[in-house]
Protein backbone atom coordinates (compact mmCIF):
# COMPACT_ATOMS: atom_id res chain seq x y z
CA UNK A 1 0.00 0.00 0.00
CA UNK A 2 2.93 2.48 0.76
CA UNK A 3 4.45 1.63 -2.66
CA UNK A 4 1.60 2.38 -4.37
CA UNK A 5 1.10 5.50 -2.78
CA UNK A 6 4.75 6.25 -3.12
CA UNK A 7 4.07 5.39 -7.11
CA UNK A 8 1.05 7.62 -7.41
CA UNK A 9 2.90 10.48 -6.07
CA UNK A 10 5.69 10.18 -8.49
CA UNK A 11 3.16 9.75 -11.08
CA UNK A 12 1.38 13.00 -10.22
CA UNK A 13 4.61 14.99 -9.72
CA UNK A 14 5.47 14.02 -13.34
CA UNK A 15 2.52 15.01 -14.45
CA UNK A 16 2.09 18.39 -12.78
CA UNK A 17 6.09 19.14 -13.86
CA UNK A 18 4.61 18.16 -17.56
CA UNK A 19 2.01 19.87 -17.47
CA UNK A 20 3.98 23.00 -16.76
CA UNK A 21 6.45 22.90 -18.84
CA UNK A 22 3.72 22.06 -21.37
CA UNK A 23 1.91 25.28 -20.13
CA UNK A 24 4.66 27.50 -20.50
CA UNK A 25 5.04 26.29 -24.03
CA UNK A 26 1.72 27.03 -25.41
CA UNK A 27 1.32 30.30 -23.37
CA UNK A 28 4.38 32.27 -23.25
CA UNK A 29 6.96 30.94 -25.26
CA UNK A 30 9.59 33.18 -22.65
CA UNK A 31 8.68 31.54 -19.75
CA UNK A 32 9.05 27.94 -21.15
CA UNK A 33 12.57 28.93 -22.11
CA UNK A 34 13.55 29.53 -18.80
CA UNK A 35 12.04 26.77 -16.69
CA UNK A 36 13.27 24.31 -19.50
CA UNK A 37 16.88 25.48 -19.08
CA UNK A 38 16.60 25.89 -15.18
CA UNK A 39 15.31 22.07 -15.09
CA UNK A 40 18.79 21.08 -17.42
CA UNK A 41 21.19 23.25 -15.22
CA UNK A 42 19.61 21.70 -12.28
CA UNK A 43 20.08 17.97 -13.81
CA UNK A 44 23.38 19.08 -15.14
CA UNK A 45 24.83 19.46 -11.59
CA UNK A 46 22.91 16.07 -10.28
CA UNK A 47 24.87 13.97 -12.81
CA UNK A 48 28.25 15.98 -12.30
CA UNK A 49 27.68 15.25 -8.51
CA UNK A 50 26.92 11.76 -8.81
CA UNK A 51 29.65 10.59 -11.58
CA UNK A 52 32.14 12.73 -12.04
CA UNK A 53 35.70 11.50 -12.12
CA UNK A 54 36.35 13.68 -8.81
CA UNK A 55 34.15 14.96 -6.00
CA UNK A 56 33.02 18.19 -7.14
CA UNK A 57 32.41 21.53 -4.72
CA UNK A 58 29.01 22.23 -5.17
CA UNK A 59 29.68 25.76 -4.25
CA UNK A 60 32.64 26.44 -6.35
CA UNK A 61 31.14 24.94 -9.13
CA UNK A 62 27.64 26.51 -9.42
CA UNK A 63 29.44 29.92 -8.46
CA UNK A 64 31.87 29.64 -11.26
CA UNK A 65 28.54 28.85 -13.52
CA UNK A 66 26.64 32.32 -12.02
CA UNK A 67 29.70 34.53 -12.30
CA UNK A 68 30.46 33.35 -16.11
CA UNK A 69 26.40 33.73 -16.94
CA UNK A 70 25.88 37.40 -15.02
CA UNK A 71 29.84 38.26 -16.84
CA UNK A 72 28.30 37.47 -20.28
CA UNK A 73 25.94 40.32 -19.93
CA UNK A 74 27.83 43.01 -18.53
CA UNK A 75 30.52 43.45 -15.90
CA UNK A 76 28.38 45.52 -12.75
CA UNK A 77 26.29 42.72 -12.32
CA UNK A 78 27.68 40.24 -9.92
CA UNK A 79 26.23 37.69 -7.10
CA UNK A 80 27.38 38.40 -2.81
CA UNK A 81 26.00 34.89 -1.37
CA UNK A 82 25.64 35.37 2.14
CA UNK A 83 29.19 34.84 3.41
CA UNK A 84 30.79 37.43 1.06
CA UNK A 85 28.65 40.65 1.65
CA UNK A 86 31.27 42.91 3.03
CA UNK A 87 32.63 43.95 -0.79
CA UNK A 88 29.00 44.67 -1.45
CA UNK A 89 28.88 46.31 1.60
CA UNK A 90 31.86 48.21 1.12
CA UNK A 91 30.63 49.25 -2.15
CA UNK A 92 27.32 50.57 -1.14
CA UNK A 93 28.61 52.35 2.26
CA UNK A 94 32.14 52.97 1.71
CA UNK A 95 32.93 51.38 4.85
CA UNK A 96 34.07 48.00 5.85
CA UNK A 97 35.54 46.50 9.30
CA UNK A 98 39.26 46.21 9.05
CA UNK A 99 42.88 47.67 10.13
CA UNK A 100 42.24 50.99 7.12
CA UNK A 101 45.34 49.69 5.53
CA UNK A 102 46.40 49.21 1.98
CA UNK A 103 48.41 46.19 1.37
CA UNK A 104 50.85 44.95 -1.39
CA UNK A 105 53.19 42.01 -2.54
CA UNK A 106 56.77 41.72 -1.66
CA UNK A 107 57.69 39.68 -4.64
CA UNK A 108 61.32 38.81 -3.08
CA UNK A 109 59.78 37.37 0.48
CA UNK A 110 56.36 36.34 -1.05
CA UNK A 111 54.93 38.01 1.62
CA UNK A 112 52.33 40.74 2.18
CA UNK A 113 53.14 44.09 3.41
CA UNK A 114 51.98 47.19 4.44
CA UNK A 115 51.66 49.70 1.45
CA UNK A 116 50.08 52.42 2.95
CA UNK A 117 48.36 53.16 6.31
CA UNK A 118 44.91 55.31 6.19
CA UNK A 119 45.33 58.36 8.65
CA UNK A 120 43.80 57.92 11.70
CA UNK A 121 42.70 54.52 11.22
CA UNK A 122 43.66 51.65 12.97
CA UNK A 123 47.01 50.40 11.55
CA UNK A 124 47.95 54.00 11.28
CA UNK A 125 47.29 54.55 15.31
CA UNK A 126 48.94 51.45 16.50
CA UNK A 127 52.33 52.18 14.36
CA UNK A 128 52.20 50.22 11.70
CA UNK A 129 54.65 51.56 8.67
CA UNK A 130 54.93 51.02 4.97
CA UNK A 131 57.37 48.51 4.37
CA UNK A 132 55.92 45.84 7.68
CA UNK A 133 56.06 42.62 6.35
CA UNK A 134 53.27 40.82 7.46
CA UNK A 135 54.30 37.73 9.04
CA UNK A 136 51.20 36.48 11.66
CA UNK A 137 47.55 37.19 12.77
CA UNK A 138 47.05 35.39 16.02
CA UNK A 139 49.70 32.99 15.64
CA UNK A 140 48.98 31.57 12.06
CA UNK A 141 51.91 32.18 9.31
CA UNK A 142 51.04 33.82 6.75
CA UNK A 143 53.12 32.48 4.67
CA UNK A 144 52.12 31.05 0.99
CA UNK A 145 48.96 33.31 1.71
CA UNK A 146 48.28 35.58 -1.26
CA UNK A 147 47.00 39.31 -0.93
CA UNK A 148 43.69 38.43 -1.04
CA UNK A 149 43.81 35.55 1.71
CA UNK A 150 45.91 37.76 4.01
CA UNK A 151 43.41 40.70 3.33
CA UNK A 152 39.91 38.45 4.41
CA UNK A 153 42.12 37.45 7.43
CA UNK A 154 42.94 41.37 8.31
CA UNK A 155 38.84 41.98 7.92
CA UNK A 156 36.10 41.30 10.27
CA UNK A 157 33.82 42.16 12.48
CA UNK A 158 33.53 45.26 13.85
CA UNK A 159 34.96 45.77 17.36
CA UNK A 160 36.85 42.15 17.42
CA UNK A 161 40.79 41.98 18.33
CA UNK A 162 43.66 40.03 16.97
CA UNK A 163 47.30 40.52 17.26
CA UNK A 164 49.63 41.03 14.37
CA UNK A 165 53.48 40.35 14.15
CA UNK A 166 55.44 41.94 11.03
CA UNK A 167 58.71 42.43 10.49
CA UNK A 168 59.98 46.19 9.98
CA UNK A 169 62.86 46.67 7.54
CA UNK A 170 66.19 48.19 10.25
CA UNK A 171 65.08 46.05 12.77
CA UNK A 172 65.87 42.48 14.45
CA UNK A 173 63.13 41.42 15.91
CA UNK A 174 59.46 40.89 14.81
CA UNK A 175 57.21 43.72 16.12
CA UNK A 176 53.58 42.56 17.49
CA UNK A 177 50.40 45.06 17.36
CA UNK A 178 47.17 44.25 19.08
CA UNK A 179 44.42 45.86 16.96
CA UNK A 180 41.02 46.59 17.25
CA UNK A 181 38.87 46.29 14.21
CA UNK A 182 37.21 49.56 13.41
CA UNK A 183 34.44 50.28 10.79
CA UNK A 184 36.71 51.80 8.11
CA UNK A 185 35.84 55.16 6.52
CA UNK A 186 37.49 55.95 3.29
CA UNK A 187 37.72 59.61 3.07
CA UNK A 188 34.92 61.27 0.90
CA UNK A 189 37.13 64.60 0.53
CA UNK A 190 41.21 63.44 1.46
CA UNK A 191 41.74 67.33 0.27
CA UNK A 192 40.34 70.40 0.03
CA UNK A 193 41.88 74.26 -0.11
CA UNK A 194 42.79 77.19 -1.62
CA UNK A 195 44.98 78.05 -3.81
CA UNK A 196 46.65 80.91 -5.57
CA UNK A 197 44.11 83.87 -6.93
CA UNK A 198 41.20 83.09 -4.22
CA UNK A 199 40.37 79.83 -6.50
CA UNK A 200 39.04 76.54 -4.01
CA UNK A 201 40.12 73.20 -4.75
CA UNK A 202 38.27 70.20 -3.33
CA UNK A 203 38.99 66.72 -3.94
CA UNK A 204 36.30 64.22 -4.49
CA UNK A 205 37.08 61.00 -4.11
CA UNK A 206 33.93 58.73 -4.26
CA UNK A 207 29.80 58.80 -4.42
CA UNK A 208 29.58 56.06 -2.10
CA UNK A 209 28.05 56.59 1.55
CA UNK A 210 27.42 60.03 2.25
CA UNK A 211 29.83 62.47 0.90
CA UNK A 212 27.31 65.13 -0.23
CA UNK A 213 27.68 66.50 3.44
CA UNK A 214 31.23 66.74 3.82
CA UNK A 215 31.50 68.35 0.33
CA UNK A 216 28.61 71.19 1.35
CA UNK A 217 31.05 72.01 4.60
CA UNK A 218 33.89 72.02 2.41
CA UNK A 219 32.42 74.31 0.01
CA UNK A 220 31.01 76.49 3.02
CA UNK A 221 34.89 76.69 5.06
CA UNK A 222 36.13 77.43 1.36
CA UNK A 223 33.68 80.35 1.21
CA UNK A 224 34.43 81.64 4.80
CA UNK A 225 38.30 81.87 3.20
CA UNK A 226 36.79 83.87 0.67
CA UNK A 227 37.17 81.85 -2.76
CA UNK A 228 36.29 83.56 -5.94
CA UNK A 229 36.05 80.33 -8.04
CA UNK A 230 36.11 76.32 -7.51
CA UNK A 231 37.80 73.52 -8.98
CA UNK A 232 36.15 70.31 -8.34
CA UNK A 233 38.52 67.35 -8.90
CA UNK A 234 36.49 63.73 -9.94
CA UNK A 235 39.95 62.32 -11.51
CA UNK A 236 39.71 58.71 -10.71
CA UNK A 237 36.35 59.07 -9.11
CA UNK A 238 34.49 55.69 -10.13
CA UNK A 239 31.59 57.14 -9.18
CA UNK A 240 28.82 55.50 -6.01
CA UNK A 241 25.09 56.38 -5.51
CA UNK A 242 23.42 58.44 -7.96
CA UNK A 243 21.33 60.27 -5.16
CA UNK A 244 24.92 61.55 -3.80
CA UNK A 245 25.62 63.14 -7.28
CA UNK A 246 22.27 64.40 -7.55
CA UNK A 247 22.56 66.17 -4.21
CA UNK A 248 25.85 67.74 -4.83
CA UNK A 249 24.99 68.85 -8.52
CA UNK A 250 22.21 70.90 -6.43
CA UNK A 251 24.67 72.93 -4.83
CA UNK A 252 24.95 74.78 -7.99
CA UNK A 253 21.88 74.50 -9.54
CA UNK A 254 18.46 76.14 -9.16
CA UNK A 255 15.60 73.95 -7.34
CA UNK A 256 13.25 71.96 -10.03
CA UNK A 257 16.38 71.35 -12.71
CA UNK A 258 15.93 67.66 -13.87
CA UNK A 259 19.21 66.38 -13.45
CA UNK A 260 18.94 62.52 -14.53
CA UNK A 261 16.42 59.74 -15.88
CA UNK A 262 16.64 56.28 -15.59
CA UNK A 263 14.97 54.51 -17.78
CA UNK A 264 14.76 50.30 -17.77
CA UNK A 265 12.57 47.40 -17.87
CA UNK A 266 10.11 47.70 -15.64
CA UNK A 267 8.31 51.13 -13.72
CA UNK A 268 10.23 51.21 -10.52
CA UNK A 269 13.74 51.19 -12.42
CA UNK A 270 12.41 54.09 -14.69
CA UNK A 271 12.76 57.17 -12.76
CA UNK A 272 13.61 61.25 -13.12
CA UNK A 273 15.77 62.94 -10.49
CA UNK A 274 15.14 67.04 -10.14
CA UNK A 275 16.84 68.94 -8.13
CA UNK A 276 14.66 69.39 -4.69
CA UNK A 277 16.46 71.81 -2.48
CA UNK A 278 17.57 75.93 -2.91
CA UNK A 279 21.08 75.95 -4.02
CA UNK A 280 24.39 76.75 -2.34
CA UNK A 281 25.78 79.45 -4.91
CA UNK A 282 24.48 80.02 -8.57
CA UNK A 283 27.37 82.52 -9.40
CA UNK A 284 30.73 81.18 -8.67
CA UNK A 285 32.61 79.59 -11.45
CA UNK A 286 33.39 76.14 -11.65
CA UNK A 287 36.19 73.95 -13.27
CA UNK A 288 35.50 70.18 -13.04
CA UNK A 289 38.67 67.72 -13.72
CA UNK A 290 37.91 64.71 -15.09
CA UNK A 291 39.82 61.51 -17.09
CA UNK A 292 39.07 58.14 -18.31
CA UNK A 293 38.62 56.83 -14.27
CA UNK A 294 35.87 59.13 -13.60
CA UNK A 295 33.09 56.82 -14.03
CA UNK A 296 29.05 56.41 -13.20
CA UNK A 297 27.94 58.78 -10.61
CA UNK A 298 30.95 60.92 -11.42
CA UNK A 299 29.92 61.33 -14.76
CA UNK A 300 26.43 62.52 -14.01
CA UNK A 301 27.76 65.29 -11.72
CA UNK A 302 30.09 66.51 -14.42
CA UNK A 303 27.89 65.72 -17.14
CA UNK A 304 24.54 67.52 -15.47
CA UNK A 305 26.76 70.64 -14.90
CA UNK A 306 28.14 70.57 -18.46
CA UNK A 307 25.20 70.01 -20.38
CA UNK A 308 23.56 73.50 -17.88
CA UNK A 309 26.67 75.14 -19.02
CA UNK A 310 27.48 75.82 -15.55
CA UNK A 311 31.08 75.02 -15.14
CA UNK A 312 33.85 74.18 -17.62
CA UNK A 313 34.81 70.17 -17.93
CA UNK A 314 38.85 69.63 -18.40
CA UNK A 315 41.09 66.87 -18.71
CA UNK A 316 40.34 63.85 -20.30
CA UNK A 317 37.31 61.98 -21.65
CA UNK A 318 35.79 59.58 -19.21
CA UNK A 319 34.96 55.83 -18.59
CA UNK A 320 31.27 56.13 -20.20
CA UNK A 321 29.54 53.92 -17.10
CA UNK A 322 25.84 54.74 -18.36
CA UNK A 323 24.48 51.56 -16.50
CA UNK A 324 22.42 51.48 -13.53
CA UNK A 325 22.65 49.20 -10.86
CA UNK A 326 20.35 47.81 -7.78
CA UNK A 327 20.46 45.04 -5.26
CA UNK A 328 18.14 42.18 -5.15
CA UNK A 329 17.69 39.90 -1.84
CA UNK A 330 18.22 36.38 -2.98
CA UNK A 331 17.36 33.03 -0.64
CA UNK A 332 19.69 31.83 1.63
CA UNK A 333 21.28 35.46 2.61
CA UNK A 334 22.84 36.33 -1.02
CA UNK A 335 22.04 39.49 -2.55
CA UNK A 336 22.86 40.27 -6.77
CA UNK A 337 23.57 43.31 -7.57
CA UNK A 338 21.79 44.12 -11.26
CA UNK A 339 22.14 46.02 -14.31
CA UNK A 340 18.37 47.80 -14.01
CA UNK A 341 18.61 50.64 -16.18
CA UNK A 342 20.26 53.04 -18.15
CA UNK A 343 20.86 57.15 -17.44
CA UNK A 344 20.47 59.57 -19.06
CA UNK A 345 21.79 63.51 -17.78
CA UNK A 346 20.21 67.05 -18.69
CA UNK A 347 20.82 67.37 -22.62
CA UNK A 348 18.87 63.89 -22.86
CA UNK A 349 22.39 62.11 -23.76
CA UNK A 350 23.06 58.43 -22.29
CA UNK A 351 27.31 58.43 -21.76
CA UNK A 352 27.74 54.43 -22.08
CA UNK A 353 30.59 53.47 -24.12
CA UNK A 354 30.71 49.61 -24.21
CA UNK A 355 27.64 48.08 -26.06
CA UNK A 356 27.49 44.91 -24.20
CA UNK A 357 24.30 43.58 -25.82
CA UNK A 358 26.19 43.37 -28.95
CA UNK A 359 29.43 41.22 -28.76
CA UNK A 360 31.31 40.28 -31.15
CA UNK A 361 32.12 36.90 -32.75
CA UNK A 362 34.33 35.78 -29.85
CA UNK A 363 32.40 37.53 -26.96
CA UNK A 364 34.42 40.70 -26.50
CA UNK A 365 32.83 43.70 -26.19
CA UNK A 366 33.71 47.17 -28.21
CA UNK A 367 33.72 51.01 -27.28
CA UNK A 368 30.57 52.80 -29.84
CA UNK A 369 32.49 54.57 -32.56
CA UNK A 370 32.17 58.08 -32.68
CA UNK A 371 30.54 58.01 -36.23
CA UNK A 372 27.13 56.11 -34.57
CA UNK A 373 27.28 58.66 -31.73
CA UNK A 374 24.30 61.21 -31.67
CA UNK A 375 24.27 65.45 -31.15
CA UNK A 376 22.77 66.66 -28.43
CA UNK A 377 22.61 70.33 -27.28
CA UNK A 378 23.40 71.82 -23.72
CA UNK A 379 21.29 74.55 -22.45
CA UNK A 380 22.57 77.37 -24.11
CA UNK A 381 22.96 75.11 -27.46
CA UNK A 382 26.30 73.88 -27.09
CA UNK A 383 26.81 70.70 -29.25
CA UNK A 384 27.64 67.48 -26.67
CA UNK A 385 27.47 64.08 -28.01
CA UNK A 386 26.22 60.46 -26.46
CA UNK A 387 27.98 57.26 -26.34
CA UNK A 388 31.03 57.52 -24.84
CA UNK A 389 31.28 59.18 -21.79
CA UNK A 390 31.95 63.13 -21.30
CA UNK A 391 33.62 65.03 -23.79
CA UNK A 392 35.70 68.09 -21.64
CA UNK A 393 35.10 71.25 -22.77
CA UNK A 394 38.87 71.76 -22.72
CA UNK A 395 41.14 68.39 -23.54
CA UNK A 396 44.55 68.05 -21.84
CA UNK A 397 47.20 65.87 -23.61
CA UNK A 398 48.68 63.72 -20.78
CA UNK A 399 52.84 62.57 -21.37
CA UNK A 400 53.14 58.96 -21.27
CA UNK A 401 54.94 57.33 -18.50
CA UNK A 402 58.06 55.86 -19.51
CA UNK A 403 58.26 51.78 -20.08
CA UNK A 404 60.85 52.21 -17.22
CA UNK A 405 58.92 53.51 -14.25
CA UNK A 406 56.63 50.60 -15.07
CA UNK A 407 59.16 47.77 -13.94
CA UNK A 408 60.06 50.06 -11.13
CA UNK A 409 57.15 50.19 -9.33
CA UNK A 410 56.03 46.52 -10.41
CA UNK A 411 59.71 45.46 -8.66
CA UNK A 412 59.35 47.74 -5.74
CA UNK A 413 62.14 49.21 -6.07
CA UNK A 414 60.44 52.88 -5.37
CA UNK A 415 59.21 51.36 -2.98
CA UNK A 416 61.77 49.84 -1.58
CA UNK A 417 63.89 52.94 -1.30
CA UNK A 418 60.81 55.00 0.35
CA UNK A 419 61.27 52.54 2.80
CA UNK A 420 65.08 53.30 3.50
CA UNK A 421 64.66 57.12 3.54
CA UNK A 422 61.94 56.72 6.30
CA UNK A 423 64.64 55.21 8.17
CA UNK A 424 67.04 57.69 7.74
CA UNK A 425 64.53 60.86 7.96
CA UNK A 426 62.33 60.86 10.99
CA UNK A 427 60.78 64.05 9.46
CA UNK A 428 60.12 66.11 6.69
CA UNK A 429 59.27 69.99 5.30
CA UNK A 430 55.42 69.99 4.53
CA UNK A 431 54.30 68.08 1.26
CA UNK A 432 54.31 71.84 -0.23
CA UNK A 433 58.23 72.45 0.39
CA UNK A 434 59.20 68.74 0.19
CA UNK A 435 61.72 67.86 -2.97
CA UNK A 436 63.57 65.09 -4.33
CA UNK A 437 67.46 66.41 -4.06
CA UNK A 438 70.11 65.40 -6.78
CA UNK A 439 71.69 63.31 -3.64
CA UNK A 440 68.24 61.48 -3.44
CA UNK A 441 68.09 60.50 -6.73
CA UNK A 442 72.23 59.68 -6.80
CA UNK A 443 71.24 57.63 -4.02
CA UNK A 444 68.43 56.04 -5.78
CA UNK A 445 70.25 54.88 -8.82
CA UNK A 446 73.06 53.29 -6.69
CA UNK A 447 70.12 51.20 -5.24
CA UNK A 448 68.88 50.29 -8.54
CA UNK A 449 72.22 49.20 -10.07
CA UNK A 450 73.00 47.19 -7.28
CA UNK A 451 69.54 45.44 -7.40
CA UNK A 452 70.76 44.50 -10.75
CA UNK A 453 67.53 45.73 -12.23
CA UNK A 454 66.26 44.52 -15.79
CA UNK A 455 63.57 45.82 -17.67
CA UNK A 456 62.22 45.56 -21.03
CA UNK A 457 62.93 48.00 -23.29
CA UNK A 458 59.85 47.73 -26.48
CA UNK A 459 62.05 49.35 -29.08
CA UNK A 460 64.54 46.82 -29.07
CA UNK A 461 61.83 43.95 -29.04
CA UNK A 462 60.51 45.84 -32.04
CA UNK A 463 63.51 45.96 -34.01
CA UNK A 464 64.93 42.58 -33.34
CA UNK A 465 61.42 41.35 -34.88
CA UNK A 466 62.00 43.92 -38.01
CA UNK A 467 65.64 42.66 -38.30
CA UNK A 468 64.21 38.99 -38.76
CA UNK A 469 61.68 40.21 -41.22
CA UNK A 470 64.49 41.94 -42.84
CA UNK A 471 66.66 38.78 -43.44
CA UNK A 472 63.62 36.52 -44.23
CA UNK A 473 62.35 39.26 -47.23
CA UNK A 474 66.05 39.54 -48.21
CA UNK A 475 66.69 43.17 -47.45
CA UNK A 476 69.00 42.77 -44.36
CA UNK A 477 72.43 42.49 -46.11
CA UNK A 478 71.37 46.24 -48.05
CA UNK A 479 70.29 47.36 -44.74
CA UNK A 480 73.16 46.00 -42.42
CA UNK A 481 74.88 49.22 -41.78
CA UNK A 482 71.17 51.03 -40.77
CA UNK A 483 70.40 48.46 -38.36
CA UNK A 484 73.79 48.23 -36.38
CA UNK A 485 73.14 51.99 -36.31
CA UNK A 486 69.97 51.92 -35.07
CA UNK A 487 70.80 48.88 -32.64
CA UNK A 488 73.85 51.21 -31.11
CA UNK A 489 71.42 53.62 -30.26
CA UNK A 490 68.30 51.49 -28.96
CA UNK A 491 70.72 49.50 -26.60
CA UNK A 492 70.09 48.74 -23.05
CA UNK A 493 71.48 51.45 -20.97
CA UNK A 494 70.14 51.69 -17.51
CA UNK A 495 72.51 54.58 -16.47
CA UNK A 496 70.91 56.91 -19.48
CA UNK A 497 67.17 56.06 -18.96
CA UNK A 498 67.32 56.47 -15.10
CA UNK A 499 69.13 60.26 -15.85
CA UNK A 500 66.70 60.46 -19.42
CA UNK A 501 63.57 60.16 -17.72
CA UNK A 502 64.46 61.64 -14.22
CA UNK A 503 61.72 63.61 -14.15
CA UNK A 504 58.97 61.01 -13.91
CA UNK A 505 60.88 58.95 -11.89
CA UNK A 506 61.68 62.08 -8.89
CA UNK A 507 57.56 62.59 -9.28
CA UNK A 508 57.10 59.07 -8.07
CA UNK A 509 59.42 58.96 -5.82
CA UNK A 510 58.17 62.17 -4.02
CA UNK A 511 54.78 60.92 -3.83
CA UNK A 512 56.05 57.68 -2.19
CA UNK A 513 57.89 59.15 0.55
CA UNK A 514 55.07 62.19 1.52
CA UNK A 515 52.21 59.55 1.90
CA UNK A 516 54.53 57.61 4.59
CA UNK A 517 54.47 60.98 6.72
CA UNK A 518 51.07 63.03 5.42
CA UNK A 519 49.24 60.31 4.48
CA UNK A 520 46.72 60.55 1.18
CA UNK A 521 46.50 64.27 1.53
CA UNK A 522 50.09 64.81 1.39
CA UNK A 523 50.27 62.70 -2.02
CA UNK A 524 47.51 65.00 -3.57
CA UNK A 525 49.12 67.36 -2.27
CA UNK A 526 52.45 66.94 -3.99
CA UNK A 527 50.75 65.48 -7.29
CA UNK A 528 49.36 69.21 -7.67
CA UNK A 529 52.24 70.58 -7.84
CA UNK A 530 53.07 69.95 -11.69
CA UNK A 531 49.25 69.09 -12.57
CA UNK A 532 48.65 70.46 -16.32
CA UNK A 533 44.86 69.67 -15.85
CA UNK A 534 44.83 71.91 -12.83
CA UNK A 535 47.09 74.63 -14.78
CA UNK A 536 44.35 75.26 -17.44
CA UNK A 537 41.42 75.13 -14.66
CA UNK A 538 43.57 77.80 -13.46
CA UNK A 539 43.62 79.72 -16.70
CA UNK A 540 40.46 79.27 -17.62
CA UNK A 541 39.00 80.44 -14.00
CA UNK A 542 41.32 83.15 -13.89
CA UNK A 543 40.13 84.49 -17.16
CA UNK A 544 36.69 85.50 -17.00
CA UNK A 545 35.41 86.45 -20.12
CA UNK A 546 37.17 83.47 -21.51
CA UNK A 547 35.50 81.42 -19.07
CA UNK A 548 32.12 82.83 -20.10
CA UNK A 549 32.52 82.83 -23.89
CA UNK A 550 32.95 78.97 -23.32
CA UNK A 551 29.93 78.08 -21.51
CA UNK A 552 28.03 80.31 -24.68
CA UNK A 553 27.41 79.19 -28.47
CA UNK A 554 29.62 81.11 -30.84
CA UNK A 555 27.86 83.87 -32.55
CA UNK A 556 27.12 82.64 -35.83
CA UNK A 557 29.32 84.66 -38.94
CA UNK A 558 27.07 86.53 -41.59
CA UNK A 559 28.32 84.30 -44.55
CA UNK A 560 27.84 80.96 -42.08
CA UNK A 561 24.07 78.90 -43.43
CA UNK A 562 23.89 80.81 -46.76
CA UNK A 563 23.78 78.36 -49.74
CA UNK A 564 25.54 78.87 -52.79
CA UNK A 565 23.84 79.89 -55.63
Request: hydrophobic content about 35%.
Given at each position: ????K???I ?9 S??F??K ?15 F ?6 L ?20 M ?7 TQ??P?D???E ?6 N ?7 I ?8 R??I ?24 G ?27 Q ?19 P ?10 N ?20 F ?8 T ?6 R??GG????E???IA???L????T????K ?17 D ?16 S ?49 G ?7 Y ?6 G??GR?PD ?9 A????R ?15 L ?11 L??N?A ?26 K???QK ?15 L ?6 E??L ?13 L ?6 D ?16 I ?16 D??L???VG?L?A ?8 S?P ?11
Open positions: MKYLIRWAVLLVAVGTFFGFSGDNRSFQVAKNLDINSIVKEDMFYVDTIDPNKTIRTGIESLYSLDPYYFEDQSLEQMLKTYGGIGSITWNTKLKSMAEPYENMPAAVVGLKAGDILMEIDKDLAGKNNQEVSEMLRGQVGTSFKLKVRPGTEQPLEFDIVRRSIQLFIPYYAMLDNIGYINLSTFSGNPSKEFKQALDLKKQGISLVIDLNNGLLDAVENFFPRGKLVTTGKTKQASNTYKTLREPLLEIPLAVLVNSATASAEILAGALQDYDRAVVVGNRTFGKGLVQTTRPLPYGGTMKLTTSKYYIPSRCVQAIDKHRNEDSVISLTTVFHTAGREVDGGGVTPDITVKQDKPNILFYLVNDNIFYTEYCLKHPTIPAPKDFKITDADYADFAMVADFKYDQQTEKILKNKEMAEFGYTDASDEFKALEKKSHNLERLDHFSKDIKEMIAVEIKRYYYQRGSIIQQLKDKDKEAITPEKYKEMLVPVKPDEGKKEK
